[in-house]
């Protein structure tokens, strides 16, 4: 139940966009399509922004978008803008368990 | 309103006892499967538990044998029974609704501390 691994921080300006990567191994990001990523801003609970590798719920910006190649899930952000600085967590399924990324810090300069 | 209200939090010593309580409303706890996740303080997310709308109950390794999540349908309530605590316990504690495999709605977390 290793987490998965993601870029400590990323930067971009405004209207910029920002790839997330997540790396994990074929016994989650790999082996399932269950990749999911989160929001949260400081002292609040997470939101999740996308579901089963490239889904977004209801609600949440199309400027948001994922995908999955192999072992590794990214997260793009594109037309940045001044809310979306917040840390961002990749998660994935991995048989009768969750694991998660370290996080990620984006800072919308 | 459909929502999850964490309580039960608090300061407890090493080798002491502690149990979450997460109220729902807006919908049964039973009808769904539902998880704890815990985030140590200024660190990521951690899956603590899962229990599946059949009954079925999973944990990650660290908490196996010392946590418990159980469910009351009367009160529609979604427990952690928190045992053993250790220091590395201490955290910020989530319930959250599974759907899509994924973590979909979340509460606002109670704090748990772990301190001699």
């Known amino acids: 139940q290793s987490a998965l691994t993601q870029p400590p921080s990323a930067s971009g300006s405004p209207g910029q966009s920002v790839t997330i990567s997540c790396t994990g191994t074929?016994?989650?990001?790999?082996?399932?399509?269950?990749v999911s990523w989160y929001q949260q801003h400081p002292g609040n609970a997470p939101k999740v922004m996308i579901y089963?590798?490239?889904k977004r719920p209801s609600g949440v910006p199309d400027r948001f978008s994922a995908s999955k190649s192999g072992n590794t899930a990214s997260l793009t952000v594109s037309g940045l803008q001044a809310e979306d600085d917040a840390d961002y967590y990749c998660?994935?399924?991995?048989?009768?368990?969750?694991?998660f990324g370290g996080g990620t810090k984006l800072t919308v300069l | 309103e459909v929502q999850l209200v964490e309580s039960g939090g608090g300061l407890v010593q090493p080798g002491g006892s502690l149990r979450l309580s997460c109220a729902a409303s807006?919908?049964?706890?039973?009808?769904?499967?539902m998880s704890w996740v815990r985030q140590a303080p200024g660190k990521g997310l951690e899956w603590v538990s899962i229990?599946?709308?059949?009954?079925?109950?999973k944990y990650t390794d660290s908490v196996k044998g010392r946590l418990t999540i159980s469910r009351d349908k009367s009160k529609n309530t979604l427990y952690l029974q928190m045992n053993s605590l250790r220091v590395d316990d201490t955290a910020v504690y989530y319930c959250?609704?599974?759907?899509?495999?994924?973590?979909?709605?979340w509460g606002q977390g109670t704090m748990v501390t772990v301190s001699s």
């Open positions: 959250a609704t599974n759907k899509w495999f994924a973590f979909d709605m």
């Open positions: 807006g919908f049964t706890v039973s009808s769904k499967d």
């Open positions: 229990m599946y709308s059949g009954g079925t109950t």
């Open positions: 074929s016994s989650d990001v790999g082996g399932y399509n269950y």
């Open positions: 089963e590798v490239s």
């Open positions: 998660s994935s399924y991995a048989g009768n368990n969750w694991v």
